[in-house]
Every structure is written in structure tokens, then in C-alpha cells.
């Protein structure tokens, strides 16, 4: 049995015929996936490591609070906080999941939650950028097979087509892929 809230994806695609527009909504065959993003559970979070003192504890502590406001962290001087970056969109096997988002290389594609911009290859592939999104925010990336088109929606509301995919890259597969990239511990 099919769930009663399910129903049929449409992508509506608009044809230019002289100085009409036609708008058509025929189902097509897409792929899609969604994520929703929700608040940090500190109760989830591990307990922070300590240690035993030791003669030299002080110098210790030092040497690792400094390391520590070095890279940003707990006694950082800055005034410019890091802004919390969720990712989504599609990559190809090949992409290097360690230390980057979707879309800053040639193996992927990402719609950015800190800018609403669309990325591929490092580069941002629409002038016009998306709505930001965050915490209660239900985010979903698809590929139209048809056009080779792919799209972003945001809590149930298609946003806009971003960029298309060559043959070479539909060849070699995309999955979908996440980037997380925050302050909150993971």
C-alpha cells in the first residue's frame, strides 16, 4: 500500500514558443533526496576529556589553551565568529568527502546554507542565489534526467534548476552527498 500523504514529484519546465510561454508539469524521471536540518542536542554531546595534573600542568594548560584560540577556538580573540555551514547536493564517487563541501571541486555540486549560493568547481553557478536555510529547515537536491538539470528545494518548495550535468558526469554516477561544516560538535 502507498502512504496516503505521498504524491507524484513535478518539475514544471517552461518552453518559449515565440512570445508564449507554456508551462509543462508531465512527471519526468528524477532522482531526490531531502535532509532536515534540526537543533543541537547538548544532552548527545560526549563529555570533555580531563586529565590528571601533572608538575608541569600549568605550562601544559597553557601551551593548550593557546593552540586552542590559535585555531579559532574556547579564548579566540576573534570578532567575527565562523558562520555554521550545512551543504547539500550531489557528487561523483571520486569526490574527497575530508575538508570539503560540495561544490568547491569538479566532483560535485552544493547548495550552501550560510549564502543560499549554488557551487560547482569552486565557483558559484548562478548569479542569483537561493534562500539561506537552517535549524527546521527541510532541504532536498535532485537531478531531472530529462533536461540533466539539477534542482534545490527548500521545505517542500522547488527553488530553482542551479546547473546542468554533462553526459561524462551522469556516466560515472552522483550520489548525494551532505557537507557539514559548524562549530557544534559532531
Known sequence: PIASNMRPFVIPRVKKFGDVNEVDITPSLVAYFEVTILPQDKSQEPPLLTCSPSPNSSSAQNAFEGAIAAFGGVGSDSNSPKQDCVAIGLSTASFATQRKMPGWDEQSYGYHSDDGAYFHAGKKVKSRSGPRFGVYDTVGCGLDYSTKLIF???????????????????????????????????
Open 152 to 186: 534545490f528545494t527548500r521545505n517542500g518548495k522547488f527553488i530553482s534548476f542551479a546547473t546542468n550535468v554533462g553526459d561524462a558526469v551522469l556516466e560515472r554516477g552522483l550520489y548525494p552527498t551532505v557537507g557539514v561544516d559548524t562549530n557544534c560538535p559532531l
